[in-house]
């Protein structure tokens, strides 16, 4: 160690070690690599995966390219396609879904006019569905069309004024609301399965679908709805009265309508017709609108105390 003397006295002179020297060694077994004499070394990495799509293409185009990958993905589309079809088709065997459509074409003022018939048929005089070039119009512009959108709706606001009357009186509960739902829509599929049934057994050539038995069937729950609304606000003599009022109206459409459908030209006409048949017919017609007011008391008689 030197010592040189200045002014403010001694100053120590450090050691430094210069780089590249001797004490480093030559034989490369220092701990980094001097890199302060080299340039900027070239980013080789980055430069070749930035350059990689545009010299080698999209990896999924040489994918798509391919002769054998587009012939499997026009194999797939057509194999889709042909199971669409069979699933269509085997689902409008079951469920037609394009004749319900028919059934669902209302408008407010449809309603509203239904729903009075339905409360109040007597004065109606046209009972007939009104065709054109030999298919129905839609129910939207003949109030004597079936639809399925007020039985639908029906049943939905039957629930849930059921479940208002099960509130009001300590008894709600989601599986006691769930039962009631499913018996009032187990106890319309028996209803239809039994008419169907006594047609095929009465043998009664008719236009009547099934999906018309069930929008017939389905319009007693008008009739429930105003009878359980009005036991919960006035008591159980209005619910009596006016369920009384709505059962003799639903017979009397249920007569009306079906008449054209179940019974020969002459007897819907209103003349007198003798024949076993017509009498099978007649009774099998007054069965069906008979059994409305015991399903309509049957489902909402528990409900209103």
């Not at 030197?2 to 020297?21: C, H, I, L, W």
């Not at 080789?44 to 994918?63: D, L, M, N, R, V």
């Not at 394009?98 to 009972?127: C, I, R």
Request: net charge neutral; hydrophobic share 45%.
């Amino acid at each position: 160690m030197d010592y040189t003397a200045t002014n403010s006295g001694f100053r120590q002179q450090p050691n430094v070690r210069q780089r590249n020297s001797s004490i480093d060694g030559s034989d490369g077994s220092q701990l980094f690599e001097d890199t302060s004499g080299a340039g900027p070394a070239p980013q080789t990495g980055y430069s070749k995966q930035q350059a990689g799509p545009q010299a080698a293409g999209f990896p999924g185009q040489s994918i798509l390219s391919d002769p054998m990958s587009n012939l499997a993905m026009a194999y797939g589309s057509s194999l889709a396609s042909q199971g669409r079809e069979m699933v269509d088709k085997n689902l409008d065997r079951f469920i037609p879904i394009s004749k319900l459509k028919y059934y669902f074409a209302v408008d407010t003022v449809y309603v509203g006019k239904k729903l009075g018939l339905l409360v109040f048929p007597y004065m109606h005089e046209n009972w007939e569905v009104s065709y054109q070039q030999d298919t129905p119009v839609a129910p939207r512009f003949d109030v004597n069309a079936p639809d399925l959108y007020i039985p639908a709706m029906g049943f939905i606001t039957y629930v849930l004024v059921a479940g208002l009357a099960l509130g009001t009186q300590n008894r709600f509960s989601p599986e006691l609301l769930g039962v009631q739902a499913s018996s009032a829509l187990v106890w319309l599929i028996m209803e239809v399965l039994a008419v169907l049934l006594s047609l095929y057994l009465v043998t009664v050539n008719t236009d009547l679908t099934t999906i018309d038995l069930l929008a017939f069937s389905g319009y007693k729950y008008v009739g429930m709805i105003i009878g359980v609304v009005a036991g919960l606000l006035f008591g159980r003599p209005a619910y009596y009265l006016s369920l009384l009022w709505c059962c003799a109206a639903i017979f009397v459409f249920m007569i009306r309508t079906l008449r054209l459908k179940l019974l020969s030209e002459a007897a819907a006409e209103g003349r007198l017709v003798r024949g076993a048949r017509n009498q099978l017919r007649m009774y099998l017609t007054m069965s069906i609108a008979a059994a409305q007011p015991i399903f309509m008391y049957w489902l909402t008689y528990h409900l209103v105390r």
